[in-house]
């Protein structure tokens, strides 16, 4: 069965702080790692990677994917109170319908 | 932000009455999904269409029901509401090819009393 878990699944920090939220996937045959962003509302796409060790970046946040390793990171640098959210972590395998499995989501709340 | 609609947006419903959700994209992609989110599980799929007329289930289809008539519409149907379907259902739509992500609706809050 795909697996995707997050950790932590709960992150509160100062503003300014830089964060970095995992994600391990089992996957029988992997196609790509996706991210996204909850806030209270619906999820917006953040990231798409499918090559190992090529970092993704967009402004304060970059993440990068290891595919020997089975997992990636998403890094928020100097972190401010609009990035919290839920951030959720999914996994697209081979198979058609690029269905996706999702992780349980890390909960950043950012203080000022 | 992609075309998809969602309606209801709120619903409180009875326990064993037929409930049916709709989402309705203007993006005029292929894949439609359903999925149910709820506290400590993430996004789970329900059901999912790769064409007009051409669904399949999920990781978690028991109690649900889907048709797809047209490329813009994805009906959700609970045949009969149980409290465990209290949820807040997503619906998202992809491009066909390709690895592609997927883009989500707002969301339908169903409450089953």
């Known amino acids: 069965e795909d697996k995707v878990v997050q950790s932590p699944l709960s992150l509160v920090v100062h503003e300014g702080d830089t964060v970095t939220l995992n994600c391990s996937y089992e996957?029988?045959?992997?196609?790509?790692l996706l991210w996204y962003k909850q806030e209270k509302k619906a999820p917006t796409f953040l990231f798409m990677l499918?090559?190992?060790?090529i970092e993704k970046k967009s402004g304060r946040l970059s993440s990068i994917l290891d595919k020997k390793e089975l997992f990636s990171i998403l890094n928020i640098t100097a972190t401010q109170t609009g990035d919290s959210a839920v951030y959720l972590c999914?996994?697209?395998?081979?198979?058609?319908?690029?269905?996706?499995?999702f992780g349980q989501g890390t909960r950043l709340t950012i203080n000022p | 932000d992609a075309g998809i609609t969602q309606s209801p947006r709120h619903k409180v419903t009875e326990t064993g009455t037929p409930v049916t959700l709709r989402c309705h994209q203007t993006?005029?992609?292929?894949?439609m999904y359903w999925y149910r989110q709820d506290p400590g599980h993430g996004l789970r799929l329900i059901h999912y269409?790769?064409?007009?007329?051409?669904?399949d289930k999920g990781e978690v289809s028991d109690g649900y029901s889907v048709s797809r008539s047209k490329t813009e519409d994805f009906l959700l149907t609970l045949e009969s509401a149980t409290s465990s379907q209290t949820s807040v259902y997503f619906c998202?739509?992809?491009?066909?090819?390709?690895?592609?992500?997927?883009?989500f609706g707002p969301g339908t809050r169903l409450t089953v009393t």
């Open positions: 996957v029988t045959n992997f196609r790509s």
């Open positions: 269409s790769y064409g007009v007329k051409d669904t």
């Open positions: 499918t090559s190992s060790g």
């Open positions: 993006e005029n992609h292929r894949y």
């Open positions: 998202a739509i992809s491009e066909s090819g390709g690895s592609n992500e997927q883009y």
């Open positions: 999914a996994v697209e395998p081979v198979g058609g319908a690029q269905k996706l499995v």
